[in-house]
């Protein structure tokens, strides 16, 4: 492990790119960054709260890459059309849970969650329930997904409407399994996925109101923690806040894309296959420095 004092701008541009990569596929970006910085020798406080502000390249990325079905519902919400409000409200319902949980139990969590064992125990765990879930509806055996209309042509795209049409009880459901991603190496992109997924929503359809679920949810944490922390975010400085933010932004912007074409085709597998190795070496490397 390097010895450092505090976070440099070296360490930021490291720190941008692990989350730019796995803020929205299914491993766990909090995870992986406490794990970096750790490895990095980074201020435990200072790699905490990094983890988290950083997080705003990122959500701005999902701005850029819904900008056009953004800009179409907010101008829904405002006309009152019942399409639009009925995707507002289903991401309300969405991301009370979880922010109503982080508010409560913040302190709890930061002091007992963020280490190696807690997030190996989360990427073990979650590696092993996205493989479960994966396997079993390929079987068959969940609900049919709700994108069987044949694809429309025009502005909106076959995956704008997928997510249009999801209910507010799936809102819901997608809510409360949100919830186990506070636990970081859980993830919240495999916690909404998996949610949506077992509330019967295609993979594509469950990753896109993921994705639109991390601008309330992962907005609120970023201010709520800026806030709090900035004494401490002044200490790593203007010059790796910024480089931290605008990497993380570039590279979730073209991991978005290219995650979503995947799951046109692809398994969750191998991303559980993953958790469950870097897992299984982040546990062994502890036990044998122990």
Known sequence: ?????????????????????TEYLPVSSTGHLLLV????GIPKDQADSFSIVIQAGAILAVVVHYRALLATHLRGVLGREARSLRLLFALVIACVPT??????????????LFGNTPVAIGLLVGGIVMIVVDRWRARGAAAPPADTEPVRT???????????????RQAGVVGLTQIAAL???????????VGGQLAGLSTRAAADFAFLLGLPVLGGACLYEGYKERAVLAECGALSLGI??????????GVIAVFLRYLRRGSLVPFGLYRIVL??????SGYLAG
């Open 1 to 21: 492990m390097v010895s450092a004092r505090s976070l440099n701008p070296l360490h930021a541009l490291l720190l941008g790119i692990v989350e730019g990569l």
């Open 37 to 40: 910085s750790h490895w990095l």
């Open 99 to 112: 922010i109503g949980t982080a508010l409560v139990f913040r302190k709890a969590i930061k002091a007992k």
């Open 154 to 168: 025009g502005a909106t795209s076959h995956a704008e409407m997928d997510v249009e049409k999801v209910t507010l």
């Open 183 to 193: 636990w970081p190496g859980t993830s919240r992109s495999l916690s909404a996925i």
């Open 244 to 253: 931290g933010l605008l990497v993380s932004f570039l590279v979730a912007w």
């Open 279 to 284: 897992a299984i070496g982040v546990l062994a």
